[in-house]
Structure formats: C-alpha cells, structure tokens
C-alpha cells in the first residue's frame, strides 16, 4: 500500500509539473529569492534559480531510462499546437534553423497594490506575458536577456525514428484552451521592453457573461485572421515556418527562447530535444501592430513560442544507441553485435543489391557510404566523408534508394538535381534583412542527414545565374563538406557533416571521389515496399549502422608497414598512380572496418579494399 501511495504521489506530482510548469517556476523562483542576502529582490542576478534541476528530477529526465520519462510530456512533434493548452509542459524534438539576435525581458518586476501599498516582486521568466491584476501597477524592474531560437521539425526524418523515440503525447483539453483565450489582456508600454501586460482580474460589475464570451471570440477570430493573413503573404511568412517534416500536422516551426546563457550553446542545424513552456497567447496577435512589425515576430498562433527549461543535444545516431561515452553499455551492446555481425551485414548487403536490380559491387560501396561520416579535418583534408556516385541509374532508381536509406538511417533527403530546378529552387539559406530571418535551403540539414542528388532525369538546358549559384553550392557541399550561407553582401562557408549520394544516368555534373557503374543482373523491385522485409531484420540493420557509423577506426601496429610496402609496390607497377587514388582506398579501407564493427585498420581490410577502388572511376 505504501509503494502503491508513494507512486501515486509521483504521478500527481508528475502531472503538476506538466500541466502548470509556471507555478513550479515561480515557487522555484520564491525560494531562490527568499534565500538570498539581497532584499527587496530587484538586484538580484540573472541566474537559473534551480528550475532547471528541479524539473530534471521531478520528471526523471536525469535517469538512465530518460525516453520513458520524455514520453510522459506531450509532444508537438506529433500533437498539432492548437490542441496544446496554453502554459503548459510540452517538448520538441527539432532541428535549429536560425539564432536570431538576444531579446530583452523583465527578468525581475515589482508589483504595487494600488489599495494597500503591498509590494511582491515577481518574474516574467518563461513567459511572453506579464499578468497583472486590476488593483496592482508594476513599479520598477530590471531587464534580463533570452537568446530566441527559431526551430523546425527536422528536415528529412524518417518516420521510424518518431516511433523509436516513443512520440505518444495526449493532446491536452479544449476547455482549458478556451479559458486561456477568453482571458482579458491589455498593454503595458512604459517599461523599456516595451513588455505585454495581461489583465487576469475579473470583469466590472456591469459586465455580462455573453459580453465576455463575446470579446473571447472576436479574440479568436483575429488571432485566426492574423494566422491566415500571415499564411497567404508569401512575402510576409514565405519559408519561415515551415518544413519538409513527414509529419504534416506539425509542419510549423517554433520559437524558442533559450535562458541563462550569454551566447547559444547550440549552433544552427543542431539536432536537440527541448522540454519547455508552450505559450500561443492570443495577445500576440498583431493588434496595434505598427508597419512590419509582424514581419520580425510572427503570432503565436502561426509560429508558437516555447520557453526551454532544459534540452538535450542528439548526435548523428540520435541517440537511439549507447555513445562510446557510456563505455561499459557501449561495449557490452557492440561486443553483443558483433557475434551476429555476418549474418547481418550479409542480409543488408543482399537487400540493398535487391535495391540495385543484383548489383552486389555496388551494394558493398552503398553499404560504406552509408557508414561514413567526418571524424575530423586536417590541412584542408576532410577525413572519414566519401561522395559517391551510382552511374547508369535509371529515374526509378531515386525513388527506391530514397525510399532504403530512409528506412535504415534517422534522416535522409532527395534533391532533384535538373537545370529547372537549379534555376528555381532555393539551396542554399539565405538571410533575409527586411524579416531579419533565415530562408532555409534544401542544402541546411542536420548532421548526419542522408543527401541524394538525383540527376536520373536531367536534360540539356542553360544554367542561369540563381541555378549557377546552387551547383557551385552544391559541388562545394559535396567536396568539401561545406554549405554556403548567402548573407546578400557576402557569403560565409560552414561545416557540415551530411553523406551525398548521385544518382546518374551518365557522366554526372557534379565531381565525386568515387564513382561506380551500376551492372544490374535483373530488374529493379516495382517498389520498395514489394522487397517485403521482416521488421525483426530492419531492427538489426538500424542498430548494426548507427554503432558502424560511430566506429573510430585506428591505423596502428603491423598494418602501418604492411600498407607502407604495398603502396610502393602499387607505386611501382603503376607509376601514373596518384597521391589522391591512394587516399581513397584509405579511405575505403577504413569504411570497411567500421563495416565490420572493427576498430583497427588491418592489412586484410586493405586488401578487400582494392576490388572496390578498381571498380570505381
């Protein structure tokens, strides 16, 4: 009976926290305020206050099993933002797509009661709003500073991952929506933050209950209107919310506001899961809105806000296997993979010839490049990246290797490379002054994220300046692993980490190291999905490449001078041999281990190595 009391009191405490986070905030904030030295609380510093903490362990996010936990909290990866009441604990898992410059609110305010002189500080953090009762003014404040964020979906996951990370989130009920938008609000203009002040305190007594559902409504209407408005005006909204997410209900971004910190620990196209405040005040609507001023901050109704409280970064496996970090769980899962590891990476290698029309050549290349990944860069090398190109592809080909990739990796996109497309579509972010926003292009993707460059079904044609523009953009991203970013008056290259795959029919436009010509010895599948696999086998295949993908593979011991030697002999047999044929059976041969789950490169990988490189051109 205890343990069955005790749980019950963790359930409630539980549900507490994610259906009215702010009032564990503030109690967060009290004590914090109670038990400091300085008095009267306006200088006090900006500081997390233990809220951080406090919701880690309230919900368990601090334990090892932190995905039974998440699955607790709504998401709005898979519940739509208007089902989500306001004010309440929801999380996102999402990819950065612009850090936009710091904003400024009222960290710390003092309320006045007109009536009793009374003073109560308070705090407006991780809130849009600050709520002030009829009888009460806000005396004096000090400004603290949030970093907003705009995040989308991530472009390109694959559907399996949504299930993998156990999205089961309930949306929350339409009656305590509809009280939230009834709220009546008015604005509070003096501070220097130009802060929005809501009314909460109840109506005059003069006042009706049909006038207040009344004004409710209209309320609603225009929060609507706004929302349409901004939807329709391609100029005003264009791409700023939205996404190529497979989830089409949760197509819109989301703007969150990171504390706390000086500058973001997060970089643009970061993978991260956010736990946060959910707030779609129907204040921020537009109204009084001066010319433009919807351009720089979108409704709530249309682009949400969401306060974090905490988040966590996911690399390029996404977390769904133990990192080399956890040591004892990573070895004991890799030790346990690798007494299977024939019969696995044979089966994947059958099924992806399958894929191929029976092209086992390039089935085994697929399989490598599908492990690869930057280990790190060094005098302009980019070590561990290889760009691979499929020759002879026929158009169905796009559809079937899109279709494999996506089912065995978190994330993937196809880019369809024709001279209309170059001329029209948008690869590379550009910056947008007049929103002082970021335009995603199809080229942004979160690290790890699968490119498919589809040339299958290019045709002659004139590049014209924009399509000039995006193949440089895309050449760069595929030989050096760099996207260009346009900021109008100058351009600036980031790193990137994303594998890219080209579908050919003939020689492709786009440089690769790698190329290999596909042989097919019977006809491509009519669909993917007629290959029929188990899901038992796909399970094994998705464990078996996030641990290859993570394989640091080691060039040590007696393999050194075995290679050494057979370089000079490979040298002299072939004097036209070059320096850039020996880095790419380097490369294969380090591709191979991690292949093979192995962590040292030996003289037998090397070996197995050459087929495949004199298959290549």
């Not at 170059?422 to 970021?438: E, F, V």
């Amino acid at each position: 009976n205890l343990i069955e009391m005790a749980g019950s009191t963790n359930d409630m405490a539980h549900s507490q926290l994610i259906q009215q986070p702010l009032r564990a905030i503030n109690a967060c904030f009290e004590k914090s305020f109670a038990s400091s030295s300085v008095q009267g609380g306006l200088d006090a510093k900006e500081g997390e206050w233990g809220i951080g903490a406090h919701f880690e362990d309230g919900l368990g996010l601090n334990t090892v099993d932190v995905k039974a936990a998440l699955r607790k909290i709504p998401s709005l990866n898979d519940t739509a933002s208007h089902q989500i009441a306001n004010h309440t604990l929801v999380r996102f898992r999402c990819m950065v797509q612009d850090i936009l410059d710091p904003e400024y609110y009222a960290g710390v305010y003092e309320l006045v009661n007109r009536k009793t002189g009374a003073k109560e500080t308070k705090t407006a953090k991780y809130t849009d709003i600050i709520d002030v009762p009829d009888d009460c003014d806000i005396n004096e404040g000090k400004t603290f500073s949030r970093i907003p964020l705009f995040c989308v979906p991530v472009p390109g996951e694959s559907p399996w991952v949504h299930r993998a990370l156990g999205n089961t989130g309930t949306p929350n009920s339409a009656e305590a929506k509809q009280q939230n938008q009834r709220e009546k609000r008015k604005r509070f203009g003096t501070m220097e933050t130009n802060l929005q002040v809501a009314v909460t305190a109840t109506d005059k007594k003069n006042t009706t209950t049909n006038n207040k559902r009344n004004r409710g409504e209209e309320c609603c209407e225009k929060m609507a209107m706004e929302t349409e408005k901004l939807k329709n005006d391609t100029n005003v909204f264009g791409n700023y919310a939205r996404s190529d997410s497979c989830f089409s209900h949760a197509y819109r971004g989301c703007m969150a506001k990171l504390y706390d910190q000086q500058t973001s620990p997060l970089k643009v196209c970061d993978i991260v899961e956010i736990v946060g405040v959910f707030s779609a005040s129907p204040l921020l609507t537009g109204d009084d809105d001066t010319e433009g001023l919807s351009r720089f901050n979108p409704p709530s109704s249309a682009v949400p806000r969401l306060h974090i409280i905490t988040f966590r970064k996911l690399g390029l496996t996404w977390n769904l296997v133990p990192p080399p970090s956890t040591k004892n769980l990573y070895e004991s899962k890799l030790q346990e993979l690798r007494v299977s590891l024939k019969e696995t990476r044979s089966s994947l290698l059958a099924h992806i010839s399958d894929v191929l029309g029976g092209d086992s050549t390039a089935a085994e290349a697929l399989l490598m490049h599908l492990v690869s990944r930057v280990h790190y860069r060094r005098y302009g090398q980019v070590v561990g990246k290889m760009s691979l190109c499929l020759r002879n592809a026929p158009k169905e080909l796009g559809g079937l290797v899109t279709s494999l990739v996506k089912n065995l990796l978190p994330s993937a996109k196809r880019i369809e490379v024709t001279i209309p497309a170059l001329n029209k579509k948008a690869l590379m972010p550009i910056k947008d002054y007049d929103k002082n926003k970021l335009v995603p292009g199809e080229l942004q993707a979160a690290p790890g994220t699968y490119l498919i460059f589809d040339e299958a079904s290019i045709e002659e044609g004139k590049l014209e300046e924009k399509g000039v523009r995006n193949f440089a953009a895309a050449q760069k991203l595929i030989s050096e692993q760099q996207l260009t970013y346009d900021f109008k008056y100058h351009q600036m290259n980031f790193e990137t980490d994303t594998p890219a795959l080209i579908l050919s029919k003939g020689k492709s436009l786009l440089k690769c190291e790698c190329t290999i010509s596909l042989k097919s010895t019977g006809p491509l599948p009519t669909s993917y999905e007629a290959l029929c696999v188990a899901p038992k086998a796909v399970a094994a295949w998705r464990e078996y490449l996030l641990f290859a993908k993570q394989m640091h593979v080691e060039f040590e011991g007696d393999a050194v001078s075995a290679v050494q030697e057979d370089m000079v002999e490979l040298k002299r047999e072939n004097p036209s041999l070059t320096a850039e044929s020996m880095h790419l059976q380097m490369g294969f041969s380090r591709l191979l281990a991690a292949s093979f789950l192995e962590d040292k490169l030996s003289f037998k990988r090397w070996k197995y190595a050459k087929p495949l490189l004199a298959a290549s051109s």
